[in-house]
């Protein structure tokens, strides 16, 4: 029997080892977890997510659901079209979201159209499908291309919110977009004009003045139909100012019909800005700050919060005085001398 228990063992010892096989899987990135839906914007999706490629389909639909996902139970209105958009479909061919516009729904979920590409090899979100349920219970689809995910639907819950933070209180003009693309494109002073809704003449915007908001309402700029506030000033003007930028023009020294919301301030935010501003640099500095204006002495800082950050900047040091350029345009320079305002053109 220890013979038998020998020449196995041996057999076994004998036999070749072979080692585990590895296997290099491709590197997945950490899905992102986002924030709970709040309204804050309409369809809370971040483009460039959207538009990149993922190495697996699995990893484009994870990418999809965490943001789509947030918005599922959010009741939404499908927006018509703008009178331009009806006259070319009805000219060349049918809108195929006809039946389901000016209406309300609710999003019950989502779909994706996930394609891979013949050229990279990976794989990239074209078409978002809304599963939307209509008022009286029954179940229609939305489909739209990933690039323009939010231009067919405005979610009542943002309406409702920018609704309650502007209409009926007051704002202040200030010259500068805050907290959008177009301030980190533009970083200069906005020169607005607009049209008096009711009379139809142009209508200029001084800095610091005052407006009350009084109403929000989707209105047809030929562009597409989108959100704008109704703003009155104490002499009875009223104007219109567009909640986002849809447009595509740079809209700078020329006569607009609309402004940017984002220019206007709520006048309690405004008033504690600028006692913050004359806390720093004294009072007469804060004015000239909140109406966009500088003057020689002031520092670079100041300058800075006054006409924003200038699109080029030439530096030279001489006998250990360091001159500064900033050039805001063609025409509208500021000259320093170690960090102190010495000249303006313009």
């Known amino acids: 029997m220890k013979r038998l228990y020998s020449i196995i063992l041996a057999c076994i010892l004998s036999l070749p080892a072979f080692s585990q096989i590895d296997i290099r899987q491709n590197k997945v990135d950490t899905i992102p977890v986002f924030a709970p839906y709040d309204s804050l914007v309409n369809i809370p999706v971040n483009p460039d997510i959207m538009t990149k490629d993922f190495n697996t389909k699995d990893e484009a639909q994870a990418y999809a659901d965490a943001q789509f996902g947030r ?7 499908v927006l ?32 994706f159209l996930i394609e891979k590409s013949y050229v990279s090899g990976l794989y990239g979100v074209e078409h978002v499908i809304y599963l939307l349920k209509d008022e009286k219970g029954k179940s229609v689809k939305l489909d739209v291309l990933v690039s323009s995910y939010d231009d067919d639907l405005m979610v009542v819950g943002y309406y409702d919110k920018l609704k309650a933070s502007h209409v009926g209180k007051e704002f202040i003009y200030s010259g500068t977009a805050h907290g959008d693309l177009l301030a980190e494109n533009l970083n200069k002073i906005l020169k607005h004009t607009a049209k008096d809704v009711n009379t ?7 800095i610091g003045s ?14 597409a139909v989108q959100l704008y506030y109704t703003f009155k000033s104490k002499d009875g003007q009223e ?20 402004a940017f919301a984002s220019c206007f301030i709520d006048a309690t935010d405004h008033a504690l800005t600028l006692q913050v501003l004359a806390e720093r640099y004294g ?3 804060a004015d000239l700050i909140a109406n966009k204006k500088v003057k020689i002495g002031m520092t670079q800082e100041m300058c800075l919060l006054s006409w924003g950050a200038p699109e080029d900047v030439n530096s030279t040091i001489t006998n250990g005085v360091k001159s500064d350029q900033w050039v805001y345009s063609i025409s509208s320079y500021l000259y320093f001398e170690n960090g102190i305002l010495t000249a303006i053109q313009k």
Request: hydrophobic share 35%; proline share 2%.
């Open 210 to 223: 005052s407006w009350e908001c009084t109403g929000l309402q989707l209105f047809d700029d030929e562009v």
């Open 80 to 111: 018509p079209m703008t009178e331009i958009e009806a006259a070319r479909v009805a000219e060349w061919g049918r809108d195929e979201k006809a039946k389901l516009r000016n209406k309300y729904y609710t999003i019950t979920g989502f779909n």
């Open 239 to 258: 104007i219109q100012a567009r909640v986002s930028n849809r447009r595509k023009d740079v809209m700078e020294d020329i006569e607009q019909e609309y």
């Open 71 to 77: 918005i599922v139970g959010q009741k939404v209105f």
């Open 283 to 285: 009072q007469e500095n």
């Open 200 to 206: 139809g003449e142009i209508v200029n915007i001084p």
